[in-house]
């Protein structure tokens, strides 16, 4: 059974960094094609992809939050970190992780495992 | 930019069916996938690769896609259906961007 959760700071302030944890359990990211993504929603708004990390660390990010994010693993630890540099209240989100399916079929990947996800707000 | 764009909101009485549509220039080269999200909740995965239904979700969901539309479809639909459906799809061109689209507001009453 595939389970992610996130944890982080539920407050930050204008221009601090932000730093997100995933932390999962069913899967490995030893295992060849799997992935852990971040998506974002803000209050009464719609899903935003933000970043994507693969076992074989290749990394994708939003072409308009490149220059902020950061994504990492721990394969040891299960876990995969999100940094997002000089936050703003306009970053105030729902921030989820999600499991990264590879569907050989379709050559394509997509999300079928979400984690709860986490309030951020963006405040001084 | 990649785009996919839906309708806000749609509503149906209960036991009709709701049509939702998702439209972009890149569908007619990538799968496109359907999320819902009822109120506070996390997306759950409703239909993949344009029409393929995950175990666990029941029959009245299925999708279809032609040219630049994709479209969800809810056969009969219930009042536990009424939630936020997003679409979703890739760019794996250039550098592969990941996009989901507005979202549809779905009322059922």
């Known amino acids: 059974q595939i389970t992610l959760k996130e944890s982080g700071p539920a407050l930050v302030k204008p221009t601090q960094t932000l730093t997100l944890t995933c932390t999962f359990s069913g899967f490995s990211l030893r295992t060849s094609y799997v992935g852990v993504g971040w998506i974002r929603q803000p209050p009464g708004r719609a899903l935003e992809w933000l970043a994507v990390i693969y076992w074989d660390d290749d990394e994708r990010y939003s072409p308009s939050l490149r220059s902020r994010l950061t994504v990492t693993k721990d394969t040891s630890k299960n876990l995969v970190v999100l940094t997002m540099t000089n936050m703003d209240p306009v970053d105030t989100a729902t921030y989820y992780c999600?499991?990264?399916?590879?569907?050989?079929?379709?050559?394509?990947?997509?999300?079928?495992?979400w984690g709860q996800g986490t309030l951020v707000t963006v405040s001084s | 930019s990649y785009e996919l764009t839906q309708p806000p909101s749609v509503s149906v009485s209960p036991g009709q069916t709701a049509r939702i549509t998702c439209s972009g220039g890149a569908l007619p080269k990538n799968f496109a996938y359907w999320y819902q999200q009822k109120s506070g909740q996390a997306p759950v995965l409703v239909i993949y690769?344009?029409?393929k239904r995950p175990s666990g979700i029941p029959e009245r969901f299925s999708g279809s896609s032609s040219g630049t539309t994709a479209t969800l479809t809810i056969s009969g639909a219930q009042v536990e259906d009424e939630a936020d459906y997003y679409c979703?799809?890739?760019?794996?061109?250039?550098?592969?961007?990941?996009?989901f689209g507005g979202g549809t507001k779905l009322t059922v009453l």
């Open positions: 999600a499991h990264l399916y590879y569907d050989f079929w379709s050559d394509e990947d997509y999300f079928d495992y």
């Open positions: 690769a344009d029409t």
């Open positions: 979703y799809s890739t760019d794996r061109s250039g550098i592969h961007r990941r996009v």
